[in-house]
């Protein structure tokens, strides 16, 4: 069909159509600038005792910041990506930003608005992957780098201007590498000394070979050989598999990590899978002994997804019997045992079990956090004497994955 | 939302007023001398008179842009949004009414190219020179098209032969180091019809872009880099010969081959990271329609399609793990269409048979290799009921699906096998008011069994789920066409769906993806569309998506949030002017309010890019200048794979 209009009519259409189009093409390109409003400085919280939570989920994170005094949510920090863990000094918080993110932010504690400093832990290298961060004092700190085979040596008291002096150095793990990087998982610092946790898993992150703890002097930052290495490695060699947690308990004087054996069926991995258990070392002889092995593939108490020791008579440990096949959630058990016997409980804490658990932590009050993903994620709380859920559930925002407690005094920030 | 408030109703505001000021004005003056050229219909394609959904073609002038990939051209419309990883080449995927690749058919010539193997079609890897139209179907699909999917349907159609012979030779380049070269001839020879076009496109989309380092609280370490392994080098060939038996009979065959080697970047741009991936497609097609067989007219096709990919990141330049993975997938079978056309409708029945098949290997983790068959049957009956004025259509459907799957390697719930059968109905309805004004309404149900990948995995990125249900949906709209003459057309559409058991991707802590039938979502939403074209050389194009697309989950995080990637408003405007020899256009799309997560905690930047081109006609030469993205503004459709910035390209046509 072809259209003939009178001038009049064309040229009324052509105005109106240039109009259209020209009102239009500015009106979206006008419409589309955003106001980007920047979130409030939040600079006034009161002191006392404050959770600060590292959290994900519907594919972002963030840190969540809760006040002990009634359990409640008062401030989130800038949303990242999802793999979170979360550090602290004592007066910051540091979210440490996992795969894909390679990065160390801190924060105030009581300004949620802007961070102290963010830097990437990449340096030269690509997929760091930190995965914690031990202070040694206010200008000494490790990041444990799980993707890569060195440990950085940083000053966290830089400011955001001084990135230039924010790493000092660097702890070589090279020697412990099976595949790209000896998967550095965590570290504690006991007497001058830093233990480093290995998994040691292959490139294609089975757990084929047994895991490590290296021993650094923090002093002079070289390596220990501690002759309990095996093919003249200098660290000392678990009994087991993909070790998932490292924790030191100054009443007993004793380092625990806890190995998860093949937890996820790498089937890479022949043989029995339940290698895993929970393992002391002496930090001073750096003796190994098997406390809670987590048996066979004909008797066994679950895979041990990880521990937390309380006290020399009391310590938790999740374990877990597979995956739900539908919505890939782990299927947990808190039990708890005797870190001085190595005795399981008989019974499973009530109302814990086969259930999704994250991770375990004690607040400064005593209680026992246990946090649960899923789709209303937040804290079970426990009595630790009576191994009973008390109070009410704190809810998260997002899925917890890891927690700080942060004592904060009067604040005198300035807006 | 005061933006959005502000851009709807002014837009409203435009398009009332200038359909109020067109018809005062036009109504006394304008007069209809002359007739459109209707293109050649065969039984088998579309019959559009019969469609009572909502579709639009791609203009022919926008498909001879080279600057851009099919996708940004499919984008323009209304409901469609795109969404690509990088520069030219790179992977691109679009979206209709919220839904998301994967729930979006594309049919080369009626032909379904998803399958259980590749659920999601890279629109960059099929050539623009090979196509001769697109039509975008939203919410309803034709039947010709035979089931479609939850978001709608995207229709290829091959370049055709015409009368006159024609050879076309087009050579160009731009910015990023950008080369391509393309050549197409097209003839009859008596009864035969012949059509080849051959193409090739590199570029090393080196295109420059301000790197966080990772920290976007730390604007010291930002430096502006180019950005690293992101090269692509694509081939593409298309053969097509038909043969004309006589009147009421032809037979069409189709050879398409396209392959491409694309670098994969690094989400921190790591500059030592090569890794790459490599698909090989080809689609062969035969076809015979026959009219007057009695009352019935039928079209019968044979199609395989084999889509092989590889991908290689043994150095872990990308991947948490080595990789080393091949996946070769096959579809064959055979698509028939029958009609009977009688005095009162059409009925009409679109029956597919097809086995798809997929091989997926990994040389470094051998143990997660399988392979996997599917053998499916899809049937849809419809009568087009017109009443007896021919004012009124009714078109109400029935499809029936079944699939059949064997595993070998691996188990769904225990099984070797799987078989699934869903019945889903459709009914739409068309009323011509008068000459100009219509209105339209659809219903219907839809649901798309879950792909081999989503299953059982892929490339050690993504955890399969061999518990996956089918994604189900019910999409409804209704709206209204003006056309108060052939170049003028106004359209204004709204739309629901309701959409159940969606498979989606959920990440782990170390970024490893599980799919899972994560919930629920409802899409509302309202399409405007606007065109214009005089006589003297002027053509407009507005088009405006409003769209609200809700995730409602059990998961308080994510319940009642919007559905990542998806702009709740997302717009296009061009005007164009065509006067002797040359043409100028301007066009502007504007995407706002989306998010990159679930959460909704990760806003992404509003898109605001402006585009300007010139065109110049010399003898048999047309000769195109495209700047694109003039405001330079890096927009990153995925989160941390940022597109290209301005970008300047020159292309040349020789026309014989």
Redesign the interface.
């Given at each position: 069909m072809t259209l003939k209009f009178s001038p009049a009519t064309r040229n009324g259409l052509n105005r109106i159509s240039c109009l259209l189009v020209v009102g239009t093409l500015s009106l979206l390109s006008a419409c589309s600038s955003s106001d980007d409003s920047a979130t409030p400085a939040d600079t006034n919280i009161a002191a006392g005792h404050y959770a600060f939570v590292a959290t994900a989920g519907g594919g972002a994170g963030q840190i969540e910041r809760y006040s002990l005094a009634d359990n409640t949510q008062n401030g989130t920090y800038p949303a990242t990506m999802t793999d979170l863990s979360i550090a602290t000094d004592g007066t910051h918080v540091y979210e440490i930003g996992r795969f894909n993110l390679d990065t160390l932010t801190k924060y105030d504690v009581s300004d949620t608005s802007a961070p102290v400093y963010q830097f990437s832990v990449n340096g030269d290298e690509t997929q760091a992957n930190p995965y914690d961060v031990i202070f040694v004092n206010d200008t000494k700190a490790y990041v444990i780098r799980y993707g890569s085979t060195q440990v950085w040596i940083i000053d966290p008291s830089v400011d955001a201007l001084d990135e230039a002096n924010f790493r000092t150095g660097e702890l070589d793990l090279s020697v412990y590498d099976t595949g790209g990087a000896p998967k550095a998982s965590g570290a504690v610092l006991v007497g001058g000394k830093l233990f480093i946790l290995m998994q040691r898993l292959d490139a294609g992150f089975a757990p084929s070979s047994v895991g490590y703890v290296a021993v650094f002097d923090t002093t002079t930052d070289e390596q220990i050989n501690t002759g309990k290495g095996t093919d003249g490695l200098p660290g000392i060699a678990l009994s087991t598999l993909n070790p998932s947690n490292i924790q030191y308990l100054e009443a007993r004087d004793e380092i625990y990590v806890t190995g998860r054996g093949n937890i996820f069926g790498n089937p890479a991995v022949t043989g029995d899978p339940y290698q895993g258990g929970i393992e002391t070392i002496d930090p001073t002889s750096y003796d190994i002994a098997m406390l809670l092995d987590d048996g066979t593939e004909a008797e066994n108490n679950d895979f041990f997804s990880s521990a937390l020791i309380v006290s020399p008579s009391l310590g938790y440990l999740i374990t877990n019997s597979g995956f739900d096949a539908t919505t890939f959630a782990s299927i947990d058990t808190l039990r708890s045992f005797n870190p001085t016997t190595g005795i399981l409980a008989a019974e499973p804490v009530a109302g814990l079990v086969d259930t999704s658990i994250a991770n375990l932590h004690v607040a400064p009050d005593g209680l026992l956090w246990v946090g649960v993903p899923g789709d209303a994620p937040g804290f079970n709380l426990i009595d630790t004497s009576t191994n009973m859920i008390v109070g009410e559930f704190l809810a998260t925002t997002l899925a917890p994955l890891d927690v700080v407690f942060v004592d904060v005094p009067e604040i005198t920030a300035e807006q | 939302m005061v933006?959005?408030v502000?851009?709807t109703s002014?837009?409203t505001i435009?398009?009332t007023a200038?359909t109020l000021?067109?018809a005062d004005?036009?109504l006394e003056?304008?007069?209809?001398?002359?007739?459109?050229e209707e293109a050649e219909v065969t039984t088998g394609n579309v019959e559009h008179s019969e469609f009572t959904g909502v579709f639009e073609s791609i203009d022919s002038e926008l498909l001879k842009r080279r600057d851009v990939a099919l996708g940004d051209l499919l984008a323009f419309e209304a409901g469609v949004q795109s969404r690509q990883t990088g520069g030219l080449g790179s992977f691109a995927s679009i979206s209709i009414r919220a839904s998301n690749s994967n729930q979006t058919a594309v049919y080369l010539d009626g032909v379904k190219l998803n399958n259980g193997g590749r659920a999601s079609i890279d629109l960059s890897a099929l050539e623009l020179l090979n196509v001769e139209s697109v039509d975008i179907y939203r919410g309803s699909s034709p039947l010709q098209l035979g089931h479609g999917s939850i978001g709608g349907a995207v229709n290829l159609k091959s370049l055709t032969a015409k009368d006159k012979a024609s050879t076309r030779v087009l050579i160009g380049g731009g910015s990023f180091s950008t080369q391509r070269l393309q050549a197409s001839h097209q003839s009859r020879i008596g009864r035969w019809d012949i059509v080849a076009a051959i193409g090739k496109l590199k570029s090393e989309n080196d295109f420059r872009f301000v790197d966080s380092?990772?920290?976007?609280?730390?604007l010291?370490?930002d430096t502006r880099q180019a950005r690293h392994n992101a090269a692509v080098a694509q081939n593409s060939t298309l053969l097509r010969t038909s043969y004309r038996w006589n009147t009421d009979s032809n037979t069409n065959l189709l050879f398409q081959l396209n392959n491409k080697d694309l670098g994969v970047p690094?989400?921190?741009n790591?500059d030592?990271?090569n890794a790459s991936f490599a698909t090989d497609d080809q689609q062969v097609q035969l076809t015979h329609s026959i009219n007057g067989i009695g009352d019935w007219n039928s079209s019968l096709t044979f199609f395989q399609h084999d889509g092989d990919s590889h991908f290689d990141d043994r150095e872990?330049g990308v991947s948490?793990?080595?990789r080393d993975s091949y996946s070769d997938s096959v579809s064959r079978g055979g698509k028939l269409y029958t009609e009977r056309v009688g005095k009162q409708g059409t009925l009409g029945l679109t029956t597919e048979l097809r086995r798809e098949e997929l091989a997926s290997r990994d040389e470094?983790?051998n143990?997660e290799n399988y392979a996997v068959e599917r053998d499916a049957l899809s049937a849809t009956v419809q009568y087009a009921w017109f009443n007896s004025s021919g004012k009124l259509l009714v078109t109400p459907a029935l499809n029936y699906q079944s699939v059949n799957d064997q595993y070998n390697g691996i188990t769904r719930r225990n099984e070797t096998t799987h078989t699934n059968r869903k019945i889903s109905p459709q009914i739409g309805a068309l009323l011509e008011l008068n000459s100009t004004l219509s209105l339209r309404a659809n219903i219907g149900q839809y649901y798309r069994e879950p792909a081999f990948y989503e299953l059982f995995g892929s490339r050690g990125l993504i955890?399969g789920?061999?518990?996956l249900n089918p994604e189900s949906g019910t999409n409804a709209d209704i709206g209204i066409s003006y056309k108060p003459?052939?170049?003028w057309k106004f359209d204004a559409t709204m739309f629901a769906s309701d959409r159940t058991d969606l498979i989606t991707t959920?990440?782990?802590?170390?970024?490893l993806g599980?799919t899972?039938?994560a919930g629920h979502a409802r899409v509302y939403g309202l399409e405007l569309a606007?065109q214009?074209q005089?006589?003297?050389g002027?053509s407009?194009?507005?088009n405006l998506s409003l769209q609200d697309a809700k995730n409602l989950?059990?998961?308080?995080?994510?319940n009642n949030?919007a559905l990542?990637g998806e702009a709740a408003v997302s717009?296009f405007?061009?005007?164009a002017y065509k006067r002797s020899r040359y043409r100028v256009w301007?066009?502007?799309e504007?995407?706002?309010d989306r998010f990159?997560?679930?959460?909704?905690?990760?806003p992404a930047?509003?898109?605001?890019l402006?585009n300007i081109g010139l065109d110049w006609y010399w003898r048999n030469a047309q000769t195109s200048l495209a700047i694109n993205n003039i405001g330079n503004d890096i927009v990153e459709d995925f989160?941390?794979f940022p597109r290209p910035g301005r970008a300047f390209f020159l292309t040349t046509t020789l026309n014989f």
């Amino acid at each position: 069909m072809t259209l003939k209009f009178s001038p009049a009519t064309r040229n009324g259409l052509n105005r109106i159509s240039c109009l259209l189009v020209v009102g239009t093409l500015s009106l979206l390109s006008a419409c589309s600038s955003s106001d980007d409003s920047a979130t409030p400085a939040d600079t006034n919280i009161a002191a006392g005792h404050y959770a600060f939570v590292a959290t994900a989920g519907g594919g972002a994170g963030q840190i969540e910041r809760y006040s002990l005094a009634d359990n409640t949510q008062n401030g989130t920090y800038p949303a990242t990506m999802t793999d979170l863990s979360i550090a602290t000094d004592g007066t910051h918080v540091y979210e440490i930003g996992r795969f894909n993110l390679d990065t160390l932010t801190k924060y105030d504690v009581s300004d949620t608005s802007a961070p102290v400093y963010q830097f990437s832990v990449n340096g030269d290298e690509t997929q760091a992957n930190p995965y914690d961060v031990i202070f040694v004092n206010d200008t000494k700190a490790y990041v444990i780098r799980y993707g890569s085979t060195q440990v950085w040596i940083i000053d966290p008291s830089v400011d955001a201007l001084d990135e230039a002096n924010f790493r000092t150095g660097e702890l070589d793990l090279s020697v412990y590498d099976t595949g790209g990087a000896p998967k550095a998982s965590g570290a504690v610092l006991v007497g001058g000394k830093l233990f480093i946790l290995m998994q040691r898993l292959d490139a294609g992150f089975a757990p084929s070979s047994v895991g490590y703890v290296a021993v650094f002097d923090t002093t002079t930052d070289e390596q220990i050989n501690t002759g309990k290495g095996t093919d003249g490695l200098p660290g000392i060699a678990l009994s087991t598999l993909n070790p998932s947690n490292i924790q030191y308990l100054e009443a007993r004087d004793e380092i625990y990590v806890t190995g998860r054996g093949n937890i996820f069926g790498n089937p890479a991995v022949t043989g029995d899978p339940y290698q895993g258990g929970i393992e002391t070392i002496d930090p001073t002889s750096y003796d190994i002994a098997m406390l809670l092995d987590d048996g066979t593939e004909a008797e066994n108490n679950d895979f041990f997804s990880s521990a937390l020791i309380v006290s020399p008579s009391l310590g938790y440990l999740i374990t877990n019997s597979g995956f739900d096949a539908t919505t890939f959630a782990s299927i947990d058990t808190l039990r708890s045992f005797n870190p001085t016997t190595g005795i399981l409980a008989a019974e499973p804490v009530a109302g814990l079990v086969d259930t999704s658990i994250a991770n375990l932590h004690v607040a400064p009050d005593g209680l026992l956090w246990v946090g649960v993903p899923g789709d209303a994620p937040g804290f079970n709380l426990i009595d630790t004497s009576t191994n009973m859920i008390v109070g009410e559930f704190l809810a998260t925002t997002l899925a917890p994955l890891d927690v700080v407690f942060v004592d904060v005094p009067e604040i005198t920030a300035e807006q | 939302m005061v933006n959005l408030v502000a851009t709807t109703s002014l837009l409203t505001i435009l398009l009332t007023a200038s359909t109020l000021l067109w018809a005062d004005e036009t109504l006394e003056t304008i007069t209809i001398t002359g007739s459109a050229e209707e293109a050649e219909v065969t039984t088998g394609n579309v019959e559009h008179s019969e469609f009572t959904g909502v579709f639009e073609s791609i203009d022919s002038e926008l498909l001879k842009r080279r600057d851009v990939a099919l996708g940004d051209l499919l984008a323009f419309e209304a409901g469609v949004q795109s969404r690509q990883t990088g520069g030219l080449g790179s992977f691109a995927s679009i979206s209709i009414r919220a839904s998301n690749s994967n729930q979006t058919a594309v049919y080369l010539d009626g032909v379904k190219l998803n399958n259980g193997g590749r659920a999601s079609i890279d629109l960059s890897a099929l050539e623009l020179l090979n196509v001769e139209s697109v039509d975008i179907y939203r919410g309803s699909s034709p039947l010709q098209l035979g089931h479609g999917s939850i978001g709608g349907a995207v229709n290829l159609k091959s370049l055709t032969a015409k009368d006159k012979a024609s050879t076309r030779v087009l050579i160009g380049g731009g910015s990023f180091s950008t080369q391509r070269l393309q050549a197409s001839h097209q003839s009859r020879i008596g009864r035969w019809d012949i059509v080849a076009a051959i193409g090739k496109l590199k570029s090393e989309n080196d295109f420059r872009f301000v790197d966080s380092n990772g920290t976007p609280l730390n604007l010291l370490d930002d430096t502006r880099q180019a950005r690293h392994n992101a090269a692509v080098a694509q081939n593409s060939t298309l053969l097509r010969t038909s043969y004309r038996w006589n009147t009421d009979s032809n037979t069409n065959l189709l050879f398409q081959l396209n392959n491409k080697d694309l670098g994969v970047p690094e989400w921190r741009n790591a500059d030592d990271n090569n890794a790459s991936f490599a698909t090989d497609d080809q689609q062969v097609q035969l076809t015979h329609s026959i009219n007057g067989i009695g009352d019935w007219n039928s079209s019968l096709t044979f199609f395989q399609h084999d889509g092989d990919s590889h991908f290689d990141d043994r150095e872990k330049g990308v991947s948490l793990a080595e990789r080393d993975s091949y996946s070769d997938s096959v579809s064959r079978g055979g698509k028939l269409y029958t009609e009977r056309v009688g005095k009162q409708g059409t009925l009409g029945l679109t029956t597919e048979l097809r086995r798809e098949e997929l091989a997926s290997r990994d040389e470094v983790l051998n143990f997660e290799n399988y392979a996997v068959e599917r053998d499916a049957l899809s049937a849809t009956v419809q009568y087009a009921w017109f009443n007896s004025s021919g004012k009124l259509l009714v078109t109400p459907a029935l499809n029936y699906q079944s699939v059949n799957d064997q595993y070998n390697g691996i188990t769904r719930r225990n099984e070797t096998t799987h078989t699934n059968r869903k019945i889903s109905p459709q009914i739409g309805a068309l009323l011509e008011l008068n000459s100009t004004l219509s209105l339209r309404a659809n219903i219907g149900q839809y649901y798309r069994e879950p792909a081999f990948y989503e299953l059982f995995g892929s490339r050690g990125l993504i955890r399969g789920n061999e518990n996956l249900n089918p994604e189900s949906g019910t999409n409804a709209d209704i709206g209204i066409s003006y056309k108060p003459q052939a170049n003028w057309k106004f359209d204004a559409t709204m739309f629901a769906s309701d959409r159940t058991d969606l498979i989606t991707t959920v990440y782990d802590t170390i970024g490893l993806g599980y799919t899972v039938n994560a919930g629920h979502a409802r899409v509302y939403g309202l399409e405007l569309a606007h065109q214009w074209q005089s006589t003297n050389g002027f053509s407009t194009e507005v088009n405006l998506s409003l769209q609200d697309a809700k995730n409602l989950s059990n998961n308080q995080a994510i319940n009642n949030n919007a559905l990542p990637g998806e702009a709740a408003v997302s717009s296009f405007a061009r005007i164009a002017y065509k006067r002797s020899r040359y043409r100028v256009w301007a066009e502007v799309e504007v995407k706002t309010d989306r998010f990159y997560d679930e959460a909704n905690l990760l806003p992404a930047k509003d898109t605001n890019l402006q585009n300007i081109g010139l065109d110049w006609y010399w003898r048999n030469a047309q000769t195109s200048l495209a700047i694109n993205n003039i405001g330079n503004d890096i927009v990153e459709d995925f989160n941390g794979f940022p597109r290209p910035g301005r970008a300047f390209f020159l292309t040349t046509t020789l026309n014989f």
